[in-house]
Structures are given as structure tokens and as C-alpha cells.
């Protein structure tokens, strides 16, 4: 069994900042990479941020400059530091991940894509 658990959403005015948190447990081999999604309102979901297992990062356009991901693996852990914020950042922000569990190991290498409860961020005067 694996879990995503995420923290650090709030309520914030625009221009603030904020750091969200996002950790996997449980029967884990190795995590792959880790995503970011936001699922605001009336919205279709939409990638935010990403960073696989070597570090490498990718931004959507809307968080380029103002987002940071980063993780610490040893933690199994992702970050999203958000600076700047704007109301349209609103919304919830889900975890996902692409993780081997134990039980994967030797037969299922790709593991699967697990996802959190979200956390909710809003942006607001």
C-alpha cells in the first residue's frame, strides 16, 4: 500500500507565497517522478509543475519564474515553493507520483501512478 500525503495550502493575499509538501509512503521501492497538478474550479486539471527522480524540473508557463519544485529522495518527499502569488493560482493542488512498490520489483518496473488528497491554495484580497 502506498499513500501521497500532502500539506502546506492556505490562504494567502496576491503576491504572497506559500510551500506545499507532498510525501509517499508506505510499500515503496522507488519513486519516479513527482508532479504537481492544480484543479481549480470549473477547470480542466492542469500540470503545474514536474521533476523526475535525477532532478530535472519542468514548469507549465503560468508558474515559470514564480514556482520552484524540488524533492528530497532519501524523504521520498516533493516540494512546490510558490512565490507571487495571483488569485488564479487558486484551487486544489494534487500530488502525483509515479512509484515502483516492492511487490512491483522484478515484474512490473513501470510501477504506477498514485495521487494524493490535494491541499487547498487560495489567492485572495
Known amino acids: 500500500q502506498v499513500q501521497l500525503v500532502e500539506s502546506g495550502g492556505g490562504s494567502v493575499g496576491p503576491g504572497g507565497s506559500l510551500r506545499l509538501s507532498c510525501t509517499a509512503s508506505g510499500n515503496i521501492f522507488t519513486v519516479n517522478y513527482m508532479n504537481w497538478f492544480r484543479q481549480a474550479p470549473g477547470k480542466q486539471r492542469e500540470l503545474v509543475a514536474a521533476?523526475?527522480?535525477?532532478?530535472?524540473?519542468h514548469y507549465a508557463d503560468s508558474a515559470k519564474g514564480r514556482f520552484t519544485i524540488s524533492r528530497d529522495n532519501a524523504k521520498n518527499t516533493a516540494y512546490l515553493q510558490m512565490n507571487g502569488l495571483k488569485p488564479e493560482d487558486t484551487g486544489v493542488y494534487l500530488c502525483n507520483a509515479r512509484i515502483v512498490t516492492n511487490d512491483d520489483v522484478g515484474s512490473r518496473w513501470a510501477g504506477d501512478d498514485y495521487w494524493g488528497q490535494g491541499t487547498q491554495v487560495t489567492v485572495s484580497s
Open positions: 521533476i523526475t527522480s535525477d532532478h530535472s524540473p
